[in-house]
Protein backbone atom coordinates (compact mmCIF):
# COMPACT_ATOMS: atom_id res chain seq x y z
CA UNK A 1 0.00 0.00 0.00
CA UNK A 2 2.64 2.40 1.01
CA UNK A 3 4.77 2.03 -2.24
CA UNK A 4 0.86 2.33 -4.10
CA UNK A 5 0.63 5.47 -2.48
CA UNK A 6 4.21 6.74 -2.69
CA UNK A 7 4.02 5.84 -7.01
CA UNK A 8 0.44 8.29 -7.00
CA UNK A 9 2.33 11.17 -5.55
CA UNK A 10 5.22 10.54 -8.57
CA UNK A 11 1.72 10.43 -11.02
CA UNK A 12 0.19 13.39 -9.52
CA UNK A 13 3.77 15.17 -9.85
CA UNK A 14 3.79 14.66 -13.24
CA UNK A 15 0.52 15.49 -13.96
CA UNK A 16 0.85 18.79 -12.31
CA UNK A 17 4.14 19.41 -14.03
CA UNK A 18 2.57 18.89 -17.46
CA UNK A 19 -0.33 21.46 -16.73
CA UNK A 20 2.28 24.34 -15.28
CA UNK A 21 4.51 23.61 -18.50
CA UNK A 22 1.80 24.04 -20.93
CA UNK A 23 0.62 27.24 -19.02
CA UNK A 24 4.09 28.61 -18.89
CA UNK A 25 4.39 27.95 -22.52
CA UNK A 26 7.35 25.10 -21.79
CA UNK A 27 5.59 23.00 -23.61
CA UNK A 28 6.01 24.32 -26.73
CA UNK A 29 9.71 23.77 -26.81
CA UNK A 30 9.32 19.86 -26.10
CA UNK A 31 7.11 18.94 -29.36
CA UNK A 32 10.01 16.61 -30.77
CA UNK A 33 10.73 14.97 -27.15
CA UNK A 34 8.08 13.69 -24.89
CA UNK A 35 9.77 11.23 -23.41
CA UNK A 36 12.34 13.98 -21.96
CA UNK A 37 9.12 16.09 -21.90
CA UNK A 38 7.55 13.71 -18.73
CA UNK A 39 10.48 13.59 -17.23
CA UNK A 40 10.49 17.36 -17.07
CA UNK A 41 7.68 17.49 -15.52
CA UNK A 42 8.15 15.62 -12.98
CA UNK A 43 10.36 17.66 -11.68
CA UNK A 44 8.42 20.90 -12.44
CA UNK A 45 5.97 18.93 -10.48
CA UNK A 46 8.19 18.02 -7.46
CA UNK A 47 9.55 21.51 -7.82
CA UNK A 48 6.04 22.73 -6.94
CA UNK A 49 5.47 21.16 -4.68
CA UNK A 50 8.11 21.72 -2.13
CA UNK A 51 7.94 25.10 -3.12
CA UNK A 52 4.37 25.42 -2.20
CA UNK A 53 4.33 23.69 1.17
CA UNK A 54 7.64 25.80 1.53
CA UNK A 55 6.16 28.90 0.78
CA UNK A 56 2.66 28.51 2.64
CA UNK A 57 4.51 27.16 5.82
CA UNK A 58 6.59 30.43 5.82
CA UNK A 59 3.67 32.82 4.90
CA UNK A 60 1.07 31.10 7.85
CA UNK A 61 3.72 29.18 9.86
CA UNK A 62 1.51 25.88 9.09
CA UNK A 63 2.98 23.02 7.00
CA UNK A 64 -0.57 21.38 6.14
CA UNK A 65 -1.93 24.67 4.59
CA UNK A 66 0.75 24.10 1.85
CA UNK A 67 -0.68 20.53 1.44
CA UNK A 68 -3.97 21.51 1.24
CA UNK A 69 -3.18 24.08 -1.24
CA UNK A 70 -1.10 21.35 -3.31
CA UNK A 71 -3.86 18.61 -3.28
CA UNK A 72 -6.19 21.83 -4.18
CA UNK A 73 -4.29 22.48 -7.47
CA UNK A 74 -4.16 18.99 -8.33
CA UNK A 75 -7.32 18.49 -8.07
CA UNK A 76 -8.38 21.60 -10.63
CA UNK A 77 -5.40 20.52 -12.84
CA UNK A 78 -7.32 16.89 -13.22
CA UNK A 79 -10.65 18.85 -13.13
CA UNK A 80 -9.83 21.29 -16.20
CA UNK A 81 -7.24 20.38 -18.11
CA UNK A 82 -8.04 16.61 -18.22
CA UNK A 83 -8.23 16.14 -21.55
CA UNK A 84 -4.85 17.54 -22.80
CA UNK A 85 -3.23 15.26 -19.75
CA UNK A 86 -5.00 12.35 -21.61
CA UNK A 87 -4.25 12.89 -25.00
CA UNK A 88 -0.39 14.10 -24.08
CA UNK A 89 -0.05 10.58 -22.44
CA UNK A 90 -2.06 9.22 -25.47
CA UNK A 91 -0.31 10.74 -28.18
CA UNK A 92 3.24 10.46 -26.84
CA UNK A 93 3.31 6.73 -25.50
CA UNK A 94 3.33 3.67 -26.60
CA UNK A 95 1.82 1.14 -24.83
CA UNK A 96 4.27 -1.79 -25.66
CA UNK A 97 7.54 0.15 -25.18
CA UNK A 98 6.02 1.55 -22.02
CA UNK A 99 5.49 -2.04 -20.51
CA UNK A 100 9.34 -3.30 -22.09
CA UNK A 101 10.68 -0.37 -20.19
CA UNK A 102 8.56 -1.22 -17.15
CA UNK A 103 9.78 -4.60 -17.23
CA UNK A 104 13.38 -4.15 -18.22
CA UNK A 105 13.64 -2.04 -15.22
CA UNK A 106 12.31 -4.74 -12.55
CA UNK A 107 14.59 -7.27 -14.36
CA UNK A 108 17.97 -4.59 -13.75
CA UNK A 109 16.29 -3.92 -10.35
CA UNK A 110 16.79 -7.54 -9.06
CA UNK A 111 19.54 -8.40 -10.91
CA UNK A 112 21.25 -5.30 -9.24
CA UNK A 113 19.57 -6.19 -5.97
CA UNK A 114 20.89 -9.81 -5.82
CA UNK A 115 24.41 -8.81 -6.71
CA UNK A 116 25.06 -6.91 -3.50
CA UNK A 117 22.62 -9.02 -1.67
CA UNK A 118 24.92 -12.09 -2.24
CA UNK A 119 27.94 -11.32 -0.01
CA UNK A 120 25.90 -10.39 3.19
CA UNK A 121 23.87 -11.56 5.89
CA UNK A 122 20.94 -9.01 5.59
CA UNK A 123 17.68 -11.06 4.87
CA UNK A 124 15.77 -7.73 4.70
CA UNK A 125 15.44 -6.58 0.76
CA UNK A 126 14.54 -2.56 1.62
CA UNK A 127 17.68 -2.38 3.54
CA UNK A 128 19.79 -1.06 0.43
CA UNK A 129 16.94 0.90 -0.85
CA UNK A 130 16.85 4.49 -0.34
CA UNK A 131 19.49 7.31 0.31
CA UNK A 132 22.41 7.51 2.79
CA UNK A 133 20.80 10.13 4.52
CA UNK A 134 17.41 9.30 5.00
CA UNK A 135 17.72 8.83 8.80
CA UNK A 136 18.27 12.99 8.75
CA UNK A 137 15.17 13.16 5.92
CA UNK A 138 12.79 10.90 8.42
CA UNK A 139 13.63 12.89 11.11
CA UNK A 140 12.85 16.55 9.75
CA UNK A 141 9.98 14.93 8.24
CA UNK A 142 8.52 13.81 11.63
CA UNK A 143 9.20 16.80 13.11
CA UNK A 144 7.17 18.44 10.64
CA UNK A 145 4.46 16.32 11.24
CA UNK A 146 4.53 16.69 14.45
CA UNK A 147 4.78 20.37 15.09
CA UNK A 148 3.53 21.45 11.76
CA UNK A 149 6.06 24.08 10.95
CA UNK A 150 9.22 23.41 8.52
CA UNK A 151 12.32 24.85 10.66
CA UNK A 152 14.83 26.76 8.98
CA UNK A 153 18.07 24.96 9.00
CA UNK A 154 21.22 24.63 7.11
CA UNK A 155 20.52 21.44 4.92
CA UNK A 156 18.31 20.59 1.84
CA UNK A 157 14.58 20.13 3.14
CA UNK A 158 12.88 18.98 -0.16
CA UNK A 159 13.23 15.29 0.61
CA UNK A 160 11.77 16.06 3.93
CA UNK A 161 8.95 17.80 2.86
CA UNK A 162 7.93 14.56 0.01
CA UNK A 163 8.21 12.45 3.33
CA UNK A 164 6.44 14.25 5.70
CA UNK A 165 3.69 14.23 3.01
CA UNK A 166 3.48 10.17 2.90
CA UNK A 167 3.74 10.39 6.37
CA UNK A 168 0.89 12.96 6.30
CA UNK A 169 -1.05 10.11 4.40
CA UNK A 170 -0.62 7.03 6.48
CA UNK A 171 2.56 6.19 5.35
CA UNK A 172 5.09 4.18 8.01
CA UNK A 173 8.29 4.65 8.40
Known sequence: MDYLLSLSIIFICILNGLVLSKISGIA???????????????FIGILFLIVTV???SFIFSNALIG???????????????????????????????????????????????????????INYIGAFIGSLHSVKYV????????????????QNTGQSIITYLLLFMGVKI
Do not use: C, M
Open 139 to 154: NLAEYILQNNYIPIIG
Open 54 to 56: RVF
Open 67 to 121: LIFFASFSILTIFFYGSYLFNSFKNSIKIREFFYFIFSFIILFFVLLIYWLKDTN
Open 28 to 42: LYFDKLKPLFFGFSY
